[in-house]
């Protein structure tokens, strides 16, 4: 069983700044595209972010700009820092791996991000 760690949710105020943190030592995580789902009350699950093994990155139109990817091979990490939060990232972020080169495809249990006043 492959473990997914998740960090860095929270409680935060509008326009104020988290990091979510993603690390999975059980693969071989350089080659791995990892991404943060988000799935907020009510609503389907949405993609946020992704960053592929050599470092391409993508975001969804509502948080570029304001999200940025930082990756750390060595330590089979990545991070996700989110500035300038608005209250409809409330949600619960999931972190995913996913291999390029078979079904592997890894998901962590969830963090939960709350922005309000």
């Known amino acids: 069983q492959v473990q997914v760690e998740e960090s860095g949710g929270g409680l935060v105020q509008p326009g104020g700044s988290l990091k979510l943190s993603c690390r999975i030592p059980?693969?071989?995580?350089?080659?791995?595209?990892m991404a943060w789902y988000r799935r907020a009350p009510g609503k389907q699950r949405e993609l946020v972010a992704t960053v592929t093994g050599s470092g391409n990155e993508n975001y969804h139109p509502s948080v570029k700009g304001r999200f940025a990817w930082s990756r750390n091979n060595l330590d089979k990490m990545v991070s996700l820092q989110m500035d300038d939060l608005k209250r409809k990232a409330t949600a619960v972020y999931y972190c995913?791996?996913?291999?390029?080169?078979?079904?592997?495809?890894?998901w962590g249990q969830g963090t939960q991000v709350v922005v309000s006043s």
């Open positions: 995913n791996a996913k291999s390029p080169w078979s079904d592997d495809d890894h």
């Open positions: 059980g693969i071989n995580f350089a080659t791995y595209t």
